[in-house]
């Protein structure tokens, strides 16, 4: 089984749309977290999520709308698609008492 | 969070042992060192954490400096699937959002 997994693992779009990542994770973590890393491979926390309730949000465009249904799923839904979103885009979970984060395989996100 | 200073890369024989090290003077006295690393193309795996103590797990150990201004992540016997970006960050332990802030880190090669 698949301990964070991410949907959908590639991502070839249009500048303007709108699109959405999915996360699920079956350890039972409380905490869950998207990160972006872009081409120059930096890691860059985005938001993070306690209990479906949003206790990290770095400055990240409004475009971006993160979304936590339960505490097993944090989705990311973004607007209006620009080049500069092009990425791989980490999803995360972990007890909020520990800092030993599980990472997702990635989703790839490429805007044309 | 206190800033950490890695080399950009090191190589090491297969069979030996690799020596990462970190520099982190700033560290304060409730910040743990994490170490992390990403093998290409796939997201970050957790590796070992230490306060002051030096830890051993089954991937690797942690030597931390008397005065914590640095530590050497050891990987005993370095193979080929060692090769990646090996992450050192500092972060303080807390029942807030863990944020973990990702540095540039160090690209170990590992060769035959």
């Known amino acids: 089984d698949t301990a964070v997994s991410q949907t959908p693992k590639y991502l070839v779009t249009q500048m303007g749309n709108d699109k959405s990542i999915k996360c699920e994770q079956n350890l039972g973590h409380d905490t869950m977290y998207w990160y972006k890393q872009d081409s120059k491979k930096f890691l860059k926390i985005m938001f993070s999520y306690n209990n479906k309730e949003l206790i990290i949000n770095e400055t990240v465009p409004n475009r971006f709308s993160p979304k936590s249904p339960d505490k097993a799923h944090l989705n990311l839904h973004i607007n209006s698609l620009e080049l500069g979103d092009s990425a791989v885009y980490f999803c995360?979970?972990?007890?909020?008492?520990?800092?030993?984060?599980?990472f997702g395989e990635g989703s790839r996100l490429t805007v044309l | 969070d206190a800033k950490t200073t890695q080399p950009t890369s090191m190589d090491c024989a297969e069979g030996r042992a690799a020596n990462l090290p970190c520099n982190h003077s700033t560290i304060s006295g409730n910040e743990y060192v994490y170490w992390y690393r990403q093998i290409h193309s796939q997201g970050p795996q957790y590796i070992i954490h230490?306060?002051?103590n030096n830890e051993t797990n089954e991937m690797a150990s942690l030597i931390i400096t008397e005065d914590r201004k640095s530590s050497t992540l050891i990987l005993p016997h370095a193979t080929l699937r060692d090769t990646a970006v090996y992450y050192c960050i500092v972060r303080v332990f807390t029942g807030g959002g863990n944020k973990l802030t990702f540095g540039t880190g160090t690209q170990l090669k590992v060769e035959l």
């Open positions: 230490g306060l002051k």
């Open positions: 995360a979970s972990t007890q909020r008492t520990t800092g030993e984060l599980f």
